[in-house]
């Protein structure tokens, strides 16, 4: 119930393309789901979050889609770049546990 | 503006030998406070977690200890490393609402 299960493990990409990431869970109580970035050697940075209020939020070229009946939240990467190979974390809490529960991430390289 | 500060970068101990990472924040008050280990390739496993000065929670038995001697400060510690204990370590903070977490960079640490 606090597994975060996130696909693909690894994912190649050509400049200019779209990345899909997808996340599944199965604890209905989580209200908060962030996507993180990590380059090699770097602690992961927030990328963008969403509610379960909304059914979708844009910020520049990245975009999270989540499905609240489905239990499934996705990242996509527009017009995707050298420079957003990364592995990619999704995550869950639910208010007041102060916990993070995250996916194993997803290896992104996009190629020039 | 908030910062976390993670030390050492990197760290190479002999098995059996103590250990001493530490983690500082500026900027808040009263921080939620985290310990995570990424091993190689893999998603982030908390270690421990704390909502206050000596309040630890520890997520999954082990050969490590955390304490929290001041507001902002969140210590990881062992007493005699194994080679089990490799890996990468990061620090995290939260405010106390439903929010989103920050890394620090992180400590590489080789047991040998």
């Known amino acids: 119930q606090q597994q975060v299960k996130q696909s693909p493990q690894s994912l190649i990409v050509q400049k200019g393309g779209i990345s899909i990431i997808n996340c599944a869970y199965e604890n209905t109580a989580f209200d908060y789901f962030p996507w993180y970035q990590q380059f090699p050697g770097k602690g992961p940075a927030l990328l963008i979050a969403i509610r379960p209020d909304v059914s979708e939020k844009k910020e520049g070229r990245f975009t999270i889609s989540f499905n609240k009946s489905a239990k499934q939240f996705s990242l996509h990467i527009m017009d995707s770049q050298p420079g957003d190979s990364a592995t990619y974390f999704c995550?869950?809490?639910?208010?007041?546990?102060?916990?993070?529960?995250f996916g194993t991430g997803t290896r992104l390289k996009v190629l020039a | 503006s908030q910062t976390i500060h993670q030390w050492p970068a990197t760290l190479v101990q002999p098995v059996g030998s103590p250990l001493s990472l530490e983690c500082t924040v500026e900027g808040t008050s009263n921080p939620n406070l985290y310990w995570y280990r990424q091993a190689a390739g893999r998603g982030l496993q908390l270690l421990f977690y704390s909502v206050g000065i000596g309040q630890i929670s520890s997520e999954v038995p082990q050969n490590l200890s955390a304490s929290r001697p001041q507001d902002r400060q969140f210590i990881l510690s062992s007493k005699k490393l194994l080679l089990s204990d490799s890996g990468f370590y990061l620090c995290?903070?939260?405010?106390?609402?439903?929010?989103?977490?920050?890394f620090g960079q992180g400590t590489r640490l080789t047991v040998v």
């Open positions: 995550a869950a809490s639910r208010t007041g546990t102060y916990k993070y529960i």
């Open positions: 995290a903070w939260s405010g106390h609402q439903n929010t989103e977490a920050f």
